[in-house]
């Protein structure tokens, strides 16, 4: 059977597990899940709104994202889809509202993101009266939306502009933020990376355990396009051509970087372990040549809904990508990942097979939970299965049966 049968098979075995477990009243595990609020302007069926998330498969609900101004405040970066100020579309209400027919889960507003870089966080860290402006805006923030916490995703300190003394100053912000929301009863968790050459200069582990509620580790984005050759998004381990690459390619495996992260003595239920609802893909520079670190030409076309050369969502997978015949699947049994070509393009993404797989990897190291990046490229409509087919699978095998739409 090949790989795209059983994704298409697999979900019929999901809904099951998830009918007859029983529910937990309280969930071993955590299971946090982000949502790019973006994704409403994606095209036809790729788009996806507060109202379509299922609120009974995560614990907490995270909201991306917010920025940071010129004052040190943090601010939307949507008004018109955040707010309802201005006729606006006030999804921040309508998501953190969701906790009145939701009341289990908790619902965070993360602030950053790749695209909003290092440097004005760098500077608002570097200064006791800037840390205090900011730690007050998230404050009154956090109030005025009712969100129950704030996520930090500064990518990364010391880097992309950042400063050496930033090391050191996160921990100060982390402590100040800490110090303001836990008498409130808020959350603080922040977004990791998952890279050792980044981990080393960016944190000071031994000090953020203290301050932090759970850290959310980005496994993920170990290649891409950004690469001169093909590379898994998301591998379970490492090979030999791995450690032939040498550093950073001997680090990149979902393996290594959570026994970093528990070798530098986190403990395991501050870390949710990150699984990707989407694949990174390439054109071959050779369609003859296509095991990982073959030569890349670039980044693959982008895929009908998100429309980013070289990312595809899950949904957009099977729902429009793998429909079409002549993929040829390839279980790479070292990596333990899924990749798939066809002529030039070639992807690497995670089927529910392997998404299995790494949870049984997840119980078996003693971590917190997981989370899930992100819930919108999930199969959300139901067009290859039951909906949301790998979040239903995570929430399942961690905590039983969710209380949840859509499973009938």
């Known amino acids: 059977m090949s790989i795209r049968a059983q994704l298409m098979l697999a979900p019929v075995m999901v809904l099951t597990t998830v009918l007859i477990a029983q529910a937990a009243a309280d969930p071993p595990y955590k299971v946090v899940c982000y949502f790019e609020s973006w994704a409403v302007y ?8 507060v109202e379509d998330i299922d609120f009974d498969l995560c614990t907490h609900h995270i909201y991306t994202f917010a920025g940071l101004n010129t004052n040190h405040k943090i601010h939307s970066l949507d008004p018109y889809h955040d707010l309802y100020n201005n006729y606006g579309e006030g999804a921040y209400l309508r998501f953190t509202g969701m906790k009145e027919t939701h009341p289990q889960i908790k619902t965070m507003i993360s602030i950053g993101g790749w695209n909003e870089g290092s440097k004005k966080y760098s500077q608002m860290a570097s200064s006791a009266e800037y840390r205090a402006t900011f730690v007050q805006s998230v404050v ?37 933020l800490s110090e303001a929301l836990r008498p409130r009863g808020l959350l603080l968790s922040a977004a990791l990376s998952p890279g050792r050459q980044n981990i080393e200069p960016a944190y000071d582990l031994d000090e953020m355990v203290k301050y932090l509620d759970f850290m959310n580790v980005m496994n993920y984005d170990y290649h891409g396009d950004w690469d001169p050759f093909i590379g898994h998004n998301a591998p379970m381990f490492l090979t ?26 986190v ?11 989407y694949g990174r893909g390439f054109k071959l520079q050779d369609p003859s040549k ?32 793998f429909s079409q015949s002549g ?38 190291i ?29 929430w399942s095998e961690l905590n039983g049966a969710a209380d949840s739409e859509g499973r009938e």
């Not at 550093?247 to 970093?260: A, G, V």
């Not at 403990?267 to 609802?277: A, D």
């Not at 790479?332 to 790494?358: E, H, P, T």
């Open 366 to 394: 003693g971590v917190g939970g997981a989370m899930l990046w992100s819930i919108d490229t999930d199969d959300f409509r139901g067009l290859c299965g039951p909906k949301y087919a790998i979040a239903n699978l995570i």
């Open 267 to 277: 403990p395991g239920s501050q870390l949710m372990m990150g699984f990707p609802l």
């Open 327 to 364: 993929w040829t699947d390839v279980h790479d049994g070292d990596m333990q990942a899924i990749y798939s070509y066809k002529g030039s393009n070639w992807i690497g993404w995670d089927d529910l097979n392997i998404v299995k797989l790494k949870l049984d990897y997840l119980k078996s």
């Open 140 to 176: 009154d923030f956090l109030a005025k939306y009712k969100f129950d916490g704030l996520d930090l995703d500064w990518e990364y300190p010391t880097l992309r502009g950042g400063a050496p003394e930033d090391k050191e100053n996160f921990v100060l912000l982390l402590k100040d």
């Open 290 to 321: 296509h095991a990982p670190y073959d030569p890349s030409n670039g980044p693959m076309d982008g895929c009908p809904y998100s429309e980013e050369p070289g990312f595809c969502g899950y949904n957009e997978l099977c729902e429009r990508i």
């Open 240 to 265: 030999q051509k791995d450690v032939e690459h040498g550093e950073p390619f001997q680090w990149f495996s979902l393996n290594y970087t959570m026994n970093y992260y528990l070798g530098r003595g």
């Open 42 to 49: 994606r095209p036809g069926l790729g788009s996806h709104d």
